[in-house]
T-cell receptor, first 113, second 115 residues
Framework: DTAVSQTPKYLVTQMGNDKSIKCEQN?????MYWYKQDSKKFLKIMFS???????INETVPNRFSPKSPDKAHLNLHINSLELGDSAVYFC????????????FGPGTRLTVL | AQSVTQLDSQVPVFEEAPVELRCNYS??????LFWYVQYPNQGLQLLLK??????LVKGINGFEAEFNKSQTSFHLRKPSVHISDTAEYFC?????????????FGTGTRLLVSP
């Protein structure tokens, strides 16, 4: 059973398009995260949600909008894609904001042409 | 703000040899420290963590790490590696004020184990 899953695994699109990445966790966790890993493997947190509420927003452009329809899902919508958005996006979850272990999904590789 | 430095981008080693992956951090406050492993085409998985107490922590798959506050280091070691240990290893830190939510990662070290 996959604990944290993401779709799609690969996403290739043109500049200016709008795209979404979906994340689901079946661990019963309350807290979910989005990370961006750039071409130099630098992994940085973008957002964190706890029980569907935003708790961390790390100076991410407004073109990125996370949405959490329920505790098990945290989707990432990106408007007007730019070349610099090309990266691997990881979703993660933890039992609570105070939990020391995060569980990561396999990542979505986004390529903007 | 915290930062993490993993000086070695790649470490080649032969099977059954010992290995050490280096991690240094910078922080003005006390920290929690983590090592995560990423196997090919998979997400990151927690290998071990230092929260408090003994500075030598043991993790999964025979790995261990030692927290050295004076040297601000948290190096990862394994006495004898296997081919299956080939993966990307990430060191991460979070500070005790903000808790575990904001993990700051290093840029990773690729461990390449050959026969």
């Amino acid at each position: 059973d996959t604990a944290v899953s993401q779709t799609p695994k690969y996403l290739v699109t043109q500049m200016g398009n709008d795209k979404s990445i979906k994340c689901e966790q079946n661990l019963g966790h309350d807290t979910m995260y989005w990370y961006k890993q750039d071409s130099k493997k630098f992994l940085k947190i973008m957002f964190s949600y706890n029980n569907k509420e935003l708790i961390i927003n790390e100076t991410v452009p407004n073109r990125f909008s996370p949405k959490s329809p329920d505790k098990a899902h945290l989707n990432l919508h990106i408007n007007s894609l730019e070349l610099g958005d090309s990266a691997v996006y990881f979703c993660a979850s933890s039992q609570a904001p105070t939990s020391s272990e995060q569980f990561f999904g396999p990542g979505t590789r986004l390529t903007v042409l | 703000a915290q930062s993490v430095t993993q000086l070695d981008s790649q470490v080649p080693v032969f099977e059954e040899a010992p290995v050490e992956l280096r991690c240094n951090y910078s922080s003005s406050v006390s920290v929690y420290l983590f090592w995560y492993v990423q196997y090919p085409n998979q997400g990151l998985q927690l290998l071990l963590k230092y929260l408090s107490g003994s500075t030598l922590v043991k993790g999964i798959n025979g790995f261990e790490a030692e927290f050295n506050k004076s040297q601000t280091s948290f190096h990862l070691r394994k006495p004898s590696v296997h081919i299956s240990d080939t993966a990307e290893y990430f060191c991460a830190v979070s500070d005790m004020n903000t808790g575990f939510q904001k993990l700051v990662f290093g840029t990773g070290t690729r461990l390449l184990v050959s026969p």
